[in-house]
């Protein structure tokens, strides 16, 4: 099936990565399989994620399907491009029709983004885990994917401007080895499983960031028990209640 517009975009990010001269460092594209279904399971920490998770998949010459929640699929821009790209829009308040398509993707062969988080860390570490990906896998019968970025939420991420003048930042992106989601274990207990890989992912991602803090005014991007100033997940859910209340 021809890829009218996914492959353009991927073109387009390229150029705007060199022109960025972003230093991009991928290890284990290797473990993301090159034929058949898979869910691809990443943390969440930018705006600019997906694009990131499917740029490591792409060595094995694989094209990754993300679920996205609705509204960006509203946008006037990133809209058109989102449905030509063939991702999937979730509706939070009834997710079923998501999960639905998901499943007929993953059968049919596709790799299916999906961020267990669902919503960016403003904390910058692993929040809990949704069951869905796991579900996913094991209806499917196919592999978990786990992987880990870091360096993507000084771009843009949550609460802060995004900033494109960046130029030579480093990203660095890890991808584990498959996970099985076997359909006689609890969905629970494997994402349980898949979370502790991840968490092991972005360990072995931020120790290998090139970079730290330039000074005091730097560490907003580091999390609170590195020696950064984000939120602590404490301090984040305290102030998400604060906002619905």
Known sequence: MAELVYRPVIGAAKTLFKAWDLKIDCKGSEN???SGGAVLVSNHISY???????LAALPQKRLVRFMAKESVFRHKISGPLMRGMKHIPVDRASGEAAYAHALDS????????????ATISQSFTLKTFKTGAARLAQEAGVPLIPMALWGTQ???TKGHPRNFKRSHLPITIRVGEPIEAPKDQYAG?????????CQELL???QRAYPVRPKGPDDTWWMPAHLGGT???PAEVKA?????AG
């Open 189 to 197: 207990a494997i994402t349980r499983r898949l979370r502790e890989r």
């Open 154 to 156: 000084r771009l843009w």
């Open 106 to 117: 993953l059968r049919s062969g596709e790799i299916i983004g999906v961020f267990p988080e």
């Open 203 to 205: 360990e072995a991602a």
């Open 32 to 34: 993301i399989p090159r």
């Open 230 to 232: 984000a939120p602590t």
């Open 48 to 54: 600019l994620d997906f694009i990131f998770d499917g």
């Open 239 to 243: 102030a998400e209640a604060a906002e």
